[in-house]
């Protein structure tokens, strides 16, 4: 029964409704962890001790917060390789002229959805070695081992030691620029597979998916520079 089960859902994964549907759930799975994970890093803005303590609170629980990375990471790379199955049949199916008329008139965002998402799963890779792991930065450990932070969940610290590196900065903002030109675009597609967007909300929800793309991008972008600027400082 569950052999069965398996080879059903590997026939439907293997259609292209079965791939859209595949994009469009992995998608909700991320953009729910978007609007968390810049709720979390937003508390940087107030006192230290507040985004500390939320740090401690999330290690607290070892076990379930590597369940959850996990998901999320196999919900990532399923959401990427499946849209680069998509766009590469899609291409295949499609004659040479109507190809190349339908790359002219091709938002940007739509042409750049593989190409953006190979770059955000590099910082997605190199997030998680530099504030997870800790690999990537020596300060990234108590004063009293040697390094810079006022504790083991020193977030506050660690965020702005690590966006004082303009390079890494920069790295920052053009994956989240990625992220929201892919969310700007991806809003209506999810909806579209859903059967939910109907002809006459098309433009409308167009339109609210790409203001709140950018709202999302004005918050993560606020961060680092907010550091750059000096607005955000080193606790003493």
């Given at each position: 029964?569950?052999?069965?089960?398996?080879?059903?859902?590997?026939?439907?994964?293997?259609?292209?409704?079965?791939?859209?549907?595949?994009?469009?759930?992995?998608?909700?799975?991320?953009?729910?962890?978007?609007?968390?994970?810049?709720?979390?890093?937003?508390?940087?803005?107030?006192?230290?001790?507040q985004?500390?303590?939320?740090?401690?609170?999330?290690?607290?629980h070892?076990y379930?917060?590597?369940?959850?990375?996990?998901?999320?990471?196999?919900?990532?790379?399923?959401?990427?390789?499946?849209?680069?199955?998509?766009?590469?049949?899609?291409?295949?199916?499609?004659?040479?002229?109507?190809?190349?008329?339908?790359?002219?008139?091709?938002?940007?965002?739509?042409?750049?959805?593989?190409?953006?998402?190979?770059?955000?799963?590099?910082?997605?890779?190199?997030?998680?070695?530099?504030?997870?792991?800790?690999?990537?930065?020596s300060?990234?450990?108590?004063?009293?081992?040697?390094?810079?932070l006022?504790?083991?969940?020193?977030?506050?610290?660690?965020?702005?030691?690590?966006?004082?590196?303009?390079?890494?900065?920069?790295?920052?903002?053009?994956?989240?620029?990625?992220?929201?030109?892919?969310?700007?675009?991806?809003?209506?597609?999810?909806?579209?597979?859903?059967?939910?967007?109907?002809?006459?909300?098309e433009?409308?929800?167009?339109?609210?998916?790409?203001?709140?793309?950018?709202?999302?991008?004005?918050?993560?972008a606020?961060?680092?520079?907010?550091?750059?600027?000096?607005?955000?400082?080193?606790?003493?």
């Amino acid at each position: 029964m569950i052999v069965r089960s398996v080879n059903v859902l590997f026939e439907f994964y293997k259609s292209s409704i079965g791939k859209k549907w595949v994009v469009a759930l992995t998608g909700i799975v991320l953009v729910g962890y978007v609007f968390g994970h810049l709720a979390g890093n937003l508390q940087v803005f107030l006192p230290p001790e507040q985004i500390n303590n939320y740090a401690e609170f999330l290690h607290s629980h070892p076990y379930i917060l590597w369940v959850v990375r996990t998901f999320l990471i196999v919900c990532f790379v399923l959401h990427i390789v499946t849209t680069i199955k998509l766009v590469m049949e899609n291409r295949a199916a499609r004659p040479e002229k109507y190809k190349m008329k339908r790359s002219v008139q091709a938002r940007i965002a739509t042409k750049t959805m593989a190409l953006s998402g190979l770059v955000v799963l590099a910082f997605v890779i190199f997030h998680l070695l530099h504030f997870t792991a800790r690999t990537t930065d020596s300060r990234f450990k108590p004063i009293s081992e040697g390094g810079s932070l006022h504790g083991e969940y020193d977030a506050h610290s660690m965020i702005i030691l690590a966006f004082q590196n303009t390079w890494l900065s920069g790295f920052y903002l053009l994956s989240v620029f990625l992220v929201c030109l892919h969310l700007s675009h991806g809003l209506s597609s999810l909806l579209q597979t859903f059967g939910i967007n109907s002809k006459g909300m098309e433009e409308r929800i167009r339109f609210w998916g790409q203001v709140l793309a950018w709202l999302v991008f004005v918050g993560y972008a606020s961060i680092p520079l907010a550091v750059l600027s000096g607005y955000l400082k080193l606790q003493q």
